[in-house]
């Protein structure tokens, strides 16, 4: 009779540890399939849901000549290359009309070529401007470009250095104005996914204090629709 007590007691104690052992694992595959849902909310992205504005940002790259125009010491300086890269986009406005706003990397300068001085400037660009479609070569959406840019100087380097004695002007990048606000105009055209513009940049701020010299820039650009293709 004991050992018939301890048997069903064994039975029991077995019986509990099967039921315990199935609840863990009805446990984990709970905690599985709710991670597995969370994970299907969260990847993969509904590009559907993007703002439209989204598909019209361009990620743009460019190169450029830069110099200074209207000082007085304009027989003596040169224009050199840079380049820019940043992004783009715009709304529409008008029937036609279109605002265009973005934030980019500029490197400009220009060369003091009697003295073989290079001043390279490493730039933080704001434009914001108007674009116009044009009548010809509407399947490319060829528009006229009209507007401004910021330009926040964030620093320069310079290549070689004033060993001519004299007295002659020297331009020295401590000195050089960390704001700019010019006019910008130029043209713009697409074809499929990609963006193409061409660009005249002029300042309207002084390069440096003691000389009427302001920044000047005209850039070719290259750019993609980013998001274009995502939504379906």
């Not at 609840?23 to 599985?32: A, D, F, L, P, R």
């Not at 986009?89 to 003295?115: C, M, N, Q, W």
Request: charged share 20%.
């Amino acid at each position: 009779m004991i050992h018939c007590v301890g048997q069903h007691e064994q039975t029991h104690s077995t019986d509990s540890l099967k039921v315990l052992a199935a609840q863990e694992i009805k446990t984990e595959h709970s905690v599985t399939h709710h991670q597995n849902k969370t994970r299907k909310k969260i990847w993969p992205i509904d590009w559907n849901n993007l703002p439209y504005s989204f598909d019209d940002m361009t990620l743009l790259v460019g190169i450029n000549t830069s110099g200074i125009y209207y000082s007085n010491n304009y027989r003596e300086l040169s224009y050199i290359t840079g380049y820019s890269i940043g992004v783009e986009d715009f709304i529409p406005v008008f029937e036609r009309a279109f605002f265009h706003f973005g934030l980019k990397y500029t490197r400009r300068g220009f060369e003091h070529s009697d003295y073989h001085v290079k001043f390279k400037t490493h730039n933080i660009d704001v434009p914001l401007f108007l674009s116009y479609e044009l009548p010809a070569l509407r399947m490319n959406d060829l528009r006229l470009l009209i507007g401004s840019q910021l330009v926040f100087r964030t620093g320069s380097t310079t290549e070689g250095a004033y060993t001519s004695p004299g007295d002659y002007y020297r331009y020295y990048p401590t000195q050089f104005s960390n704001f700019d606000f010019g006019f910008m105009f130029g043209l713009s055209a697409e074809f499929n996914n990609f963006y193409t513009t061409v660009r005249s940049f002029s300042g309207f701020v002084k390069l440096m204090p003691d000389d009427t010299g302001m920044n000047s820039t005209f850039s070719l650009e290259v750019g993609y629709f980013i998001f274009r293709n995502l939504r379906k």
